[in-house]
């Protein structure tokens, strides 16, 4: 992989199994907006920056080389060899190797982790452009204004915060669940940090110390803000894909790469209803 500066950003060479429209709109993350010309607008680490890919090459406008480094080659965990583990998953079951081919380009993507778990609060019995609405909201009422939007509040600016005062972002019975969660990782009664490395259910635990924050959230915060991918969240379509396509088996079946398996699980049942007809 070859990163080179041009005018306004970087090009990427050789990057592989990456699909932008699979990785950044199968709601793992809710602000990145894709453009007419098929290329996302986005905000992650107080940064906004347009990505689009051609042939295997990545092109990052408003960015350098250096912040390529330092933030978008870890973000979109260029590092991991998904091929490899594509071939490796897809040898526990013949569905899960159909839903490999079928959406090759998802990776998991390496989220702030107080975002992470905002953003999942937030998706509690909620759909994909509520949830990017109400994010929306909350960055432009309390984020530090950035060039090309606003940054996502931290968790020491929303401690400071009420149930009343996230009124207008209309999130209903989270806001609670976000001030909770503030005041919590502000305090370091929850250490984010933490649940990077020490063991999982001692991980999942220290999130759950939150109000609100269930197995579910616990488990996407850990996913998609930790990096954590042996986490398999379990939410309505995921049990549905499980009852359905995979009768008999468990997450832990899914072995030390069962969040990616989860991905293409999740976003092959998504894009066949019909699966589910009978």
């Known amino acids: 992989m070859k990163c080179v500066e041009v005018e306004n950003g970087v090009r990427v060479e050789g990057v592989c199994d990456l699909d932008l429209a699979q990785t950044l709109d199968c709601g793992q993350s809710f602000r990145w907006t894709e453009r007419e010309d098929g290329s996302f607008e986005g905000i992650a680490f107080g940064k906004c920056v347009t990505v689009r890919l051609e042939n295997n090459t990545l092109y990052i406008e408003n960015t350098t080389k250096d912040d390529f480094e330092k933030i978008w080659y870890d973000y979109f ?3 991991l060899d998904y091929g490899k583990i594509r071939d490796e998953i897809s040898k526990i079951h013949s569905v899960l190797c159909e839903a490999a081919k079928y959406a090759p380009g998802i990776r998991i993507l390496r989220q702030e982790p107080y975002e992470a778990l905002c953003t ?4 509690q019995n ?3 452009k509520r949830i990017k609405g109400i994010v929306q909201r909350l960055c432009e009422s309390f984020g530090e204004k950035i060039d090309g939007g606003y940054a996502f509040p931290t ?3 929303m401690s400071r915060l009420s149930p009343d005062d996230l009124a207008p972002l209309r999130a209903g019975f989270r806001n609670r669940y976000l001030v909770d969660a503030a005041q919590k990782v502000a305090s370091g009664e929850v250490d984010l940090e933490k649940c990077r490395y020490c ?7 220290e999130l ?8 579910k959230v616990a488990d996407c915060t850990l996913l998609f803000g930790l990096h954590r991918i042996e986490a398999f969240p379990v ?8 009852e359905k396509l995979f009768p008999n088996m468990k997450p832990d079946d899914f072995g030390e790469y069962a969040g990616i398996a989860q991905q293409y699980i999740f976003h092959y049942s998504r894009m066949h209803p019909e699966l589910f007809d009978s």
């Open 77 to 79: 965990d260029l590092s």
């Open 120 to 123: 999942f609060i937030i998706s």
């Open 126 to 128: 909620n759909n994909i």
């Open 155 to 157: 968790a020491e600016k």
């Open 199 to 205: 063991d999982y259910d001692e991980a999942r635990a």
């Open 208 to 215: 759950m110390k939150i109000t609100g924050v269930g197995v």
């Open 235 to 242: 939410d309505v379509w995921m049990k549905r894909a499980m």
